[in-house]
């Protein structure tokens, strides 16, 4: 039973690099959702998509990028890294509507250092 | 806009304490409520959640009742474990945002034995 699976689980970035952070979900689920965790503060949204093929800006969009290919996987972006980008990242993933709010299944998490 | 405000911490109680972690919110339309909790190094799990004004959500000893009146959510436990030691989220969720979870900025709990 894996759930959300990111990759990698730790990071270290230099100023200007470039990376993407993995997710990937067996649950057929098909709303998908980053986040990332500032120290003492709650988590923020990033992107997300509501399916394969569609993804939209959250609260915190810029300096990332998505994609949304297949129902499983949801990799973000980061195309010039920067250190407030510093932070640890979220992926959760939620099931199909059945009328009611279900609740987002998160990843373990990427704790990803910019120097 | 939305949002939820959370007490801040850390809250430090010893074992078998009674917990309250409050938590109130601001939101048009209907929210649906949750309480997530995160241990040291892992991700958010689902604590509890509620749905529509009066429900209590229950889970592992922890209840919140979805209270419209006050727009609070609190988070109690009766008799609280050093297992419980990890970070609590209130977070609500606006019908027909596709489910996007608006956190609060957590509470640290640590019990002491």
């Known amino acids: 039973n894996a759930g959300v699976t990111q990759t990698p689980k730790f990071r270290i970035l230099k100023i200007g690099q470039s990376m993407t952070l993995q997710c990937t979900q067996d649950?057929?689920?098909?709303?998908m959702y980053w986040y990332r965790q500032d120290p003492g503060m709650g988590l923020k949204l990033i992107y997300y998509s509501v399916g394969a093929g569609i993804t939209d800006k959250g609260e915190v969009p810029n300096g990332y990028n998505v994609s949304r290919s297949t129902t499983e996987d949801f990799p973000l972006r980061l195309e010039l890294a920067a250190p407030s980008q510093t932070s640890v990242y979220f992926c959760?993933?939620?099931?199909?509507?059945?009328?009611?709010?279900?609740?987002?299944?998160f990843g373990d998490g990427t704790r990803l250092s910019i120097l | 806009g939305n949002s939820v405000t959370q007490m801040e911490g850390p809250v430090t109680l010893s074992e078998e304490a009674f917990l309250t972690i409050n938590c109130t919110y601001t939101?048009?339309?209907?929210?649906?409520l949750f309480w997530y909790v995160q241990y040291p190094g892992e991700g958010l799990q689902l604590l509890l959640k509620a749905t529509k004004a009066d429900d209590k959500g229950s889970n592992k000893g922890f209840e919140a009742t979805y209270r419209k009146e006050t727009t609070s959510f609190h988070l109690e436990k009766g008799s609280v474990q050093v297992s419980d030691s990890a970070v609590y989220f209130c977070a609500l969720t606006i019908p027909g945002s596709s489910y996007k979870l608006i956190f609060g900025s957590g509470t640290r709990l640590l019990v002491r034995p």
């Open positions: 649950m057929n689920h098909n709303y």
């Open positions: 959760a993933s939620s099931p199909p509507t059945d009328g009611s709010n279900q609740p987002q299944h």
């Open positions: 939101a048009t339309g209907y929210p649906s």
